[in-house]
C-alpha cells in the first residue's frame, strides 16, 4: 500500500471507529456537514466499535496519489532547493506539522492504549484546547487546559515544552 493511500486509510478509519464507539470529540459532533460524511462513510465501510486499523485495505488512484505528495512534499523540496532561490519564499501555511504529529499520534495509541508519553499527553492536551475541547478533559488536567487557553504564540509553545520538560523529570524521579 502506498503512504498516501495509507493517510486516507488512517484518517476514515479512526473517525468512524470512533463514531461507532460514541467517542467523537464535540468539535466533531457539532459540525452537521462533517456528520453528514461521517454517517455516510460508517454506512458503506465494514468498520466497527471493536475492529482494527489491519483489518481494513485502502486504494487511491495514481492522480489522487500524484497530487498527495506533491502538496506533502513542498515545504520539503522548497527547503531543499533553497540554495537555488535565495528569494523564493513559502507560506507559513504549506507547512502542516500539526497533522503529521496528530496522524502519528493516532496510529500510536491504536498501538499503546495507555501510555501516551510526555510528548503525547501534551500534544492530546493542546489539540483538546484548540477544538474546543478543554470541559471534556478529566479533572486533574483542566487547569493545564485552562492554562492553555490563556496564553498564545510562542507562550503557548514555551510553556508546553516546559511542560514536557517537567513530565520527563517526574518519570525519572
Not at 460508517?42 to 485502502?58: N, R, V, Y
Not at 498527495?68 to 504549506?94: C, I, M, T
Not at 510562542?154 to 524521579?173: G, K, N, T, V
Request: proline share 3%; charged share 30%.
Amino acid at each position: 500500500m502506498s503512504e498516501a493511500a495509507d493517510v486516507q486509510k488512517i484518517s476514515v478509519f479512526y473517525v468512524v471507529r470512533d463514531f461507532r464507539r460514541g467517542t467523537l470529540p464535540k468539535h466533531i459532533t457539532e459540525n452537521a456537514e462533517l456528520m453528514g460524511w461521517i454517517v455516510d462513510m460508517a454506512a458503506k465501510l465494514p468498520i466497527g466499535a471493536d475492529s482494527t486499523i489491519d483489518e481494513i485495505t485502502a486504494h487511491i488512484g495514481d492522480d489522487a496519489g500524484r497530487a498527495f505528495w506533491r502538496n506533502r512534499s513542498e515545504a520539503s523540496n522548497f527547503l531543499k532547493h533553497a540554495d537555488k532561490d535565495s528569494q523564493g519564499h513559502l507560506s507559513v501555511e504549506k507547512v502542516d506539522n500539526y497533522s503529521l504529529l496528530m496522524q502519528a499520534m493516532a496510529a500510536y495509541t491504536d498501538l499503546v492504549k495507555s501510555d501516551l508519553g510526555p510528548e503525547g499527553m501534551v500534544l492530546w492536551l493542546y489539540s483538546s484546547v484548540e477544538h474546543g475541547e478543554v470541559d471534556s478533559l478529566p479533572e486533574k488536567y483542566r487547569p493545564i487546559g485552562n492554562k492553555l487557553l490563556e496564553i498564545f504564540g510562542s507562550e503557548r509553545r514555551d510553556f508546553c515544552s516546559a511542560l514536557i520538560q517537567e513530565m520527563r523529570s517526574r518519570e525519572i524521579s
